[in-house]
């Protein structure tokens, strides 16, 4: 797995990479083999994970419901709740929509909590974490 991992990221044109935070580990291994291999290394950037009330993981294997891919519309606007964004108008029926007021209304001064949560690496410095903000309690 990690191997394949390293290499898929490493293909040409992936710059930056997005993960949960839980993968935080492998991502030390995977660059680790992309440079034992000469490959070329992107950016990773980790994002906290969503939990459940009890505190468990959002994922399949946890029994998350799963999202109902014959409602793009309600998911989206469940997920820019959780990103604390404001409501796209009642209006905003479609998706591109729904994403076109979410960029016109992003704002990371509002949202700053959202970079407490997130982990980068550069590319080019060791593998070790750098925090964009000052880490809140995750």
């Known amino acids: ?31 680790w083999l992309q440079q034992l291999l000469g490959l070329e290394q992107p950016a990773y950037a980790h994002v906290a994970v969503l939990l459940d009330s009890a ?7 946890n029994g998350a419901p799963p999202l109902n891919n014959h409602q793009p519309e309600q998911n989206l606007r469940q997920c820019l709740q959780h990103l604390a ?15 076109d007021h979410a ?17 980068l690496f550069n590319s080019h410095t060791n593998p070790s974490p750098v925090t964009l903000a000052n880490r809140s309690t995750v």
């Not at 505190?55 to 294997?61: A, E, I, M, T, Y």
């Open 103 to 119: 960029t016109e209304h992003w704002s990371m001064e509002d949202n700053q909590h959202l970079l407490n949560n997130v982990l």
């Open 1 to 31: 797995y990690q191997l394949a991992a390293a290499i898929d990221d490493a293909k040409p044109h992936f710059t930056h990479i997005v993960r949960g935070a839980d993968l935080l580990e492998s991502t030390h291994r995977q660059r």
């Open 55 to 61: 505190g468990k993981k959002l994922s399949k294997q």
């Open 85 to 99: 964004q404001p409501a796209p108008p009642s209006s905003a029926r479609r998706v591109p929509e729904m994403l």
